[in-house]
């Protein structure tokens, strides 16, 4: 199931493609791209992985940019 995520205080496209690749490699996410110019990281996982992959994905943004978070749950 792919989900679409708001990233808020995302500053810097470099730190972005760190983030990425980070993500991308988390046990179980199949593909994972983050859009800089929308503020928006789109996850493809299975759906039963979400609720652990959502607090880890967070830690890695804030690892890269510690004012970077994911915004209220997937967005629309």
């Known amino acids: ?3 679409i995520f708001k990233l808020e205080n995302l500053g810097c496209a470099h730190c972005a ?3 990425e690749r980070a993500i ?3 046990a179980g996410v199949q593909e994972a791209s983050i859009n ?3 503020q928006k990281l789109i996850v493809e996982a299975d759906e039963a992985l979400f609720p652990s992959l959502i607090p880890e994905m967070d830690r890695i943004c804030r690892k ?3 004012d970077c978070h994911l915004q ?3 967005a629309k």
Do not use: I, S
Request: proline share 11%; glycine share 12%; hydrophobic share 45%.
């Open 1 to 3: 199931m792919k989900r």
């Open 17 to 19: 493609a760190k983030m």
């Open 24 to 26: 991308a490699k988390l």
């Open 36 to 38: 800089f110019m929308t």
């Open 64 to 66: 890269f940019e510690p």
């Open 72 to 74: 209220g749950g997937p």
